[in-house]
């Protein structure tokens, strides 16, 4: 039986173009509803660094498959319902997995907000949205708001890279370092201890324990302490907080006034 190679090559060849368009279609199909979309309509970004966030949450992008928006307006207020809000803007669109700050620039309320959406809740969690949100503090209340959105943007990327369990103490290069030095210092300190001469003389070295004994003693009263607790009052009034409920599933970080 004679095999035809050059049919056989030209089968395995049109497989593997067949299979590069297959899996170019899966991944196209998958990135179709991901989407970058920056809204500022209070204007408090230049086209240019509108244009350098949009690389920055584009990498989000690219690499997690998550959505990034970032929408400014200047007539929401923090007195206004903010969350409802976000999540009616999410909402518009077709996206998941999501990633919002939203920025309210109402004279004399301003406020700003981060939340996480599907899957990405999951790694920028209620407690990583708040620190997002104090990163961005101080230039968000110095007016400085495109590198307040850098941080926004750069943190959000690397949380998204790192799992919260990674934040514990433990893992911190610091507390790591310090760990290190303890468990140098330690052993150093034992063998500097017990190289040093040894004390062979003591109390008994030079007294006759057998002809040594007490030859008196007395008690002498001095004065009586007398301390008064006071009654424990039973306080039953008490305080409690609460965050606004909310249509869709998602972390907050409660959001910060500027």
Not at 9 to 23: A, D, E, L, R
Not at 86 to 104: C, H, N, R, W
Request: charged share 20%; glycine share 8%.
């Amino acid at each position: 039986m004679v095999i035809n190679i050059k049919k056989y090559i030209y089968i395995i060849k049109h497989i593997f173009i067949f299979s590069i368009i297959i899996i170019s279609f899966m991944q196209a199909y998958s990135m179709a509803a991901a989407e970058t979309i920056i809204q500022d309509d209070a204007g408090i970004i230049t086209d240019n660094e509108e244009r350098e966030l949009n690389k920055l949450c584009n990498k989000i992008l690219k690499e997690y498959n998550t959505s990034v928006y970032i929408w400014t307006d200047s007539s929401i207020s923090g007195s206004d319902e903010f969350g409802y809000m976000m999540e009616q803007f999410v909402a518009a669109y077709p996206s998941k997995d999501v990633i919002i700050l939203m920025t309210g620039m109402h004279p004399g309320d301003r406020i700003y907000e981060v939340q996480a959406y599907g899957a990405a809740q999951d790694m920028i969690n209620n407690k990583r949205c708040g620190k997002i949100l104090d990163y961005m503090y101080d230039d968000m209340s110095n007016g400085n708001y495109y590198s307040a959105m850098q941080v926004f943007c750069n943190k959000s990327y690397k949380y998204m890279g790192r799992p919260p369990k990674f934040d514990s103490i433990i893992f911190s290069p610091v507390f790591q370092l310090i760990m290190c030095l303890i468990a140098g210092i330690i052993p150093v300190t034992i063998i500097a201890y017990n190289s040093g001469g040894r004390t062979t003389t003591n109390s008994h070295t030079y007294l006759d324990i057998n002809n040594s004994k007490i030859i008196g003693s007395f008690d002498r009263y001095t004065h009586t302490t007398i301390k008064r607790t006071p009654k424990p009052r039973n306080n039953s009034s008490s305080g409690g907080g609460g965050s606004s409920g909310g249509g869709s599933s998602h972390s907050s970080g409660g959001g910060r006034s500027f």
